[in-house]
């Protein structure tokens, strides 16, 4: 198939970088479709600690593709590699175009397109999506970084929430099988190939499943010394060309994991208090600390300045709300003629999660009637229809909803009502 004029692929990728996270992967659908006829569309990024993956396109794939299986085929391709072929989706074997990107200080993300046909898509295709991969997977680490604090905190929630339904799973399914295993190995049983086959079944469940947990752990969690790495990356710019001395002293356990919404919050913390102390005149010197404890992480940015910060000032203020919005806290020491200090401690445990009254109670009323009507089984152009609006609209409101309800799919919102009583079973 001919590639789309210059234009067309310009205003596909703008198309793209407007659209908010939660429905990024319609408008990419809706360009690719001009020169890569397919079924659906699903990424996993290590960005988003809320929704690591996304699906979009028909639902018989999107509702049952895991992301078990997109961290496989991920491990198959290289980044700006696109590989195409057939690939186990949705339980099945699916003919597919995959591309992985990772821009510089990104944890990456994978794009996996689920074609229409059986013929591989051409190499000027395959360039194609690579490249316009590249750039949304850019922009989803430019918003990972720079997230409102209430987004921050609502990763929090959905990544220690996350975690605690899979190590329930991991245990109680570990104990099942380890139950089944010491069954089966016993001696009185006769039929030793049974047996056999059984007890190898049984253990490749046992490693899927921790598999899954830990998968888990590496899409929300990173290193203490990768994540300061990126760190160094960032803040190495801000001092290349003045006279002042930029001193980094990493963490000593580099090894340590950090949950990756805490490291986005910390380097954003971080560059923000360097970009305020070279506003000050006459700083020559600025040192920076990162150090993870038992529960929290220390932050600590020294100058050797003028010491006439104070709490007060607006960039400090701005500093303080975005640390308070991932449970953490700032705290500034200045001293005229000696300098100044700020200090930071950012939880590493995630908060408790809100109940889920406390999530709808965030939905606006006519997301109330979406997710309404959307629990009791309706379509878009239904619910359109219903409520006599557009179904561009009813779109827009349910990619919010998810947001909202830190929920990845139109099945679990509607679990989530039916919970709580929004909406009741036919």
């Known amino acids: 198939m001919d590639l789309p004029d210059l234009r067309a692929v310009l205003a596909a990728a703008a198309s793209v970088l407007q659209a908010p996270i939660g429905a990024m992967l319609e408008p990419l659908s809706q360009a690719l479709a001009e020169f890569l006829p397919h079924r659906a569309v699903a990424m996993l990024t290590g960005d988003c600690a809320r929704h690591p993956m996304k699906a979009y396109g028909e639902t018989a794939i999107t509702e049952k593709i895991t992301s078990a299986e997109l961290a496989r085929v991920g491990g198959t391709v290289g980044v700006g590699e696109p590989r195409s072929g057939r690939v186990r989706l949705a339980g099945e074997d699916l003919p597919a175009l995959a591309v992985a990107s990772r821009p ?5 993300a994978l794009l996996v397109v689920v074609t229409s046909g059986e013929n591989e898509p051409s190499g000027p295709v395959r360039d194609l999506v690579q490249r316009l991969w590249d750039l949304v997977a850019l922009q989803l680490m430019h918003r990972a970084e720079n997230l409102p604090p209430a987004d921050l905190n609502g990763n929090r929630l959905a990544a220690g929430e996350r975690a605690r339904v899979i190590a329930e799973l991991t245990n109680t399914h570990a104990a099942t099988l380890q139950s089944l295993l010491s069954t089966l190995r016993s001696r009185t049983l006769d039929d030793a190939a049974a047996r056999r086959n059984a007890t190898d079944l049984a253990v490749s469940a046992l490693i899927e499943l921790r598999a899954a947990a830990d998968l ?3 899409l ?3 290193p203490a010394g990768t994540a300061f790495d990126r760190l160094t990356g960032k803040l190495a710019p801000l001092t290349r060309y003045s006279q002042v001395s930029l001193e980094l002293a ?14 986005n919050a910390a380097q954003a913390l971080v560059r923000g208090v360097v970009v305020t102390m070279l506003d000050q005149d006459g700083v020559t010197r600025i040192r920076v600390t990162w150090e993870p404890a038992e529960s929290e992480l220390h932050l600590v940015v020294r100058d050797d300045g003028p010491g006439t910060l104070t709490a007060d000032a607006l960039p400090v203020r701005r500093l303080a709300e975005l640390a308070a919005a991932v449970g953490g806290h700032l705290s500034l020491d ?4 000696w300098g100044t200090t700020m200090s930071a401690e950012l939880p590493l445990a995630p908060p408790v999660a809100e109940t889920p009254d406390a999530a709808l109670g965030a939905l606006k009323p006519r997301e109330r009637e979406v997710l309404e009507r959307l629990a009791r089984g309706l379509r878009n152009r239904q619910i359109a229809e219903d409520l006599l609006i557009s179904e561009h609209t009813v779109k827009f409101h349910v990619a919010n909803i998810l947001d909202k309800l830190g929920v990845g799919t139109r099945t679990e919102a509607a679990a989530l ?7 009741t079973l036919a």
């Open 104 to 108: 510089a200080g990104a944890a990456g």
């Open 216 to 218: 888990d752990s590496a």
């Open 220 to 222: 929300s969690e990173e």
């Open 250 to 263: 990493g963490p000593r356990d580099r090894d340590r994991a950090v949950p990756g919404d805490i490291a």
């Open 334 to 337: 200045a001293v005229p003629g």
């Open 417 to 423: 009502a039916h919970s709580s009583g929004l909406a």
